[in-house]
Structure formats: structure tokens, C-alpha cells
């Protein structure tokens, strides 16, 4: 029996941008497989490639100047990278839909909730105006949202932020996509209420079995809710593994960086640990490994030789730490040691 389709794949994908620098390389040699009712996890800092890549998927790049300069994406074995416009349109809201980290640039200000939900009813399907209101109040009720009926007549700015994230999961649901793409769901709402959001969202994906790629730079929002997840740093996944390893076994110094930088992994108030130094910017990237000069573990040959993928089942790691013969030569497990923090950021412990 053929082994059962995945919903998304991402093959080698290369995203570029032209600027009146030329054309820069955002991100590169991307690859990436989520299973129908998979959650997946994409995660790191600010201008990692983040966006850029939901985008891709999308087809949202900012025309003409981003655009796919290499790989392609497939959705249900189907070509979609580089699909016309008008073929594209019919997939977004109906196969993929996408929530952004703030509704109000999502979210037309001059119309009512009810007006902005019906919209797509109108475009899609051939209700009656009656049906239309019926849907809407169901599916504003199945998100959360008190008093529906008095809702649909208010205007977003009427609404919360927390109201508006559900506004915009319902507005993303309403045509039942296969793929939710969730941008920063969370990152403007407060604890609590990002909370509820996630559960939400977790709620969506066991009920309608829908698949979710959640894009964060948050590792606290992937623990919770995703099953896989992709570490980005400067334009490439680093890390890909389920989340249970990740966090048991992280291998990418990278991603043992960020987990000993959650708040809650380092108990002494305080005394949060960072990692020291910047992404570097896409005209700028080191040459070898991308994170080698934020690395205390790089090697020579970390700055002068692009790493290797190095796979141990679906765990991938992108270092040279982990070839084998590295392995083989400096047999100490490369480990980040919690809550540490007096300028001797990483510890080797064998
Ligand atoms: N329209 C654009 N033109 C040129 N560069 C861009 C454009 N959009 C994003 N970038 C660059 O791409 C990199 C990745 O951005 P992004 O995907 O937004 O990061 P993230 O979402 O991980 O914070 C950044 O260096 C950003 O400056
Ligand atoms: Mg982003």
C-alpha cells in the first residue's frame, strides 16, 4: 500500500526578494511534510524566515518582488507554488486559510463583523441571506464569542483583541480549509487570553481533523499545542523533529539556546538567559553555518563550510556537532546548561 499522502510538503524551497541591493536569498533549502491533523510548530527569533515562508505557502508573496526562486510546495500532491493568481484565490479560504498576529490590519474597520463573515458565504456557496446568519452565529458561537447575535451588528474596533483573534478564526474557518496557517496568533494578547486562543485553536484541529502550521517565536506556544516542529534561524530549519524530542534532546545549540531562554526554564528571577547577539541580516549572512557566530561550540570549520542535514530518523539537525565523525572524535554530549547565566553561556558536559 502507498504510504498515505501528506497534506503539505515543502521541497527545497528557496524564497528571494529583489531590493535595490539585488536579490537576496530569504530562505533556503527549506523542507517540510505535515500530515493531515498534524499541528507543526515553526519557530524562531524575529527574521528568521518566519513569515516569509507562510507566505510561500500562501501564494502572498509581495508581488513582483518576492518570489520562489527555487523548490516548490505541493498541497495534497498538487502543485501550488507559482499557481495563477485566480487559481490561488480558490485555494485560500477553501483548502488554506491564514490568521495574522494582529486582526485589525485583517479585519476591514468600516464593516460589521456580520457583513465581513458573509462575504465569503456570498462568494462560495449559494445560501439564502437567512443562512448566511444562521452560519455566522454558529460558527461565532463555536469560536467563543458571547452574545453572536449582537456581535455581527459591531464594528472590529468595537471588539477586544482576544474577540478579534476569534473574529478572524471564524472568518479563517468558515470556508473548513484543510491547512490553517496561524502567523503570531497569540503575541499581542495577553497570557490568559493567548491561552484560550491556543485552546482554540487545538480545539478546531481535533474537531475538524484540520492541520495547522503554527508559526511563533514563542517555544512556550509550541510545548503547548504542536505536535512537530521546525527550529528557523537565518532562512533555514536548523532543528525538525516531534516536539517531545525537541525538548528531551535538543541537538542544534540554536534550539538549546532558546529553551534555556523560556521564562520558566530558569527559576532565578532575573536572570533570564539570552543568547547572545543578533540574526544576522539576509545581505549578511555568515559564510558556513548561519549561526556560527552566535555559536560557542563553532569550529573552523562552522565558519568556512555550510553544515550538513544530519538525520536520525525524523530527527534532523543541521550542525556539524552531529556528524558522525565529529561524534566519533569528541565523544561529549553538546549540551546548553539551564539557568547559567554569567557570561558562560554554554556548558559541555559529558
Ligand atoms: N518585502 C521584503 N523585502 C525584502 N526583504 C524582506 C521582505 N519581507 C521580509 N524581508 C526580510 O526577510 C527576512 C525574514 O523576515 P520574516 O519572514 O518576516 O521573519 P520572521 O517572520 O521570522 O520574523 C527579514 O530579514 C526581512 O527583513
Ligand atoms: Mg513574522
Known sequence: MNKKQPLL?????????????????????????LEQGEIIGIVGE????????????????????????????L???????????KEM???????????FQEPMTSLNPVYTIGDQLSEPLKQ????????????IIEILNKVGIPRAEQIIHEYPHQLSGGMRQRVMISLAMLGEPKLLIADEPTTALDVTIQAQILDLIRR??????????????????????????AVMYAGEIVEYTDVRTLFDEPLHPYTQGLIASMPNMNERKGELYSIPGNVPKPTDLPIGCHFST???FATERCRVEEPPSIKNGDHMVLCWLHTKEAMEAQPVEVKQEVGVNDGDQYAITS
Open 75 to 85: 498541497l495534497d500532491g498538487r502543485k501550488i507554488s507559482n499557481l495563477k493568481e
Open 9 to 33: 510538503e515543502i521541497k527545497d524551497l528557496d524564497v528571494s526578494f529583489r531590493t535595490d541591493k539585488g536579490t537576496v536569498r530569504i530562505v533556503h533549502g527549506l523542507n517540510l511534510t
Open 204 to 229: 478546531i484541529n481535533k474537531g475538524k481533523n484540520t492541520s495547522v502550521m503554527l508559526i511563533t517565536h514563542d517555544l512556550g506556544v509550541v510545548a503547548e499545542i504542536c505536535d512537530k516542529v
Open 124 to 135: 462560495h456557496r449559494k445560501m439564502t441571506a437567512k443562512e448566511r446568519k444562521e452560519r
Open 294 to 296: 552566535r555559536c560557542s
Open 89 to 99: 484565490r480558490k485555494l485560500r479560504g477553501n483548502e488554506i486559510s491564514m490568521i
Open 46 to 73: 524575529s527574521g528568521s524566515g518566519k513569515s516569509v515562508t507562510s507566505l510561500s505557502v500562501m501564494g502572498l508573496l509581495p508581488h513582483p518582488n518576492g518570489f520562489i526562486s527555487n523548490g516548490e510546495i
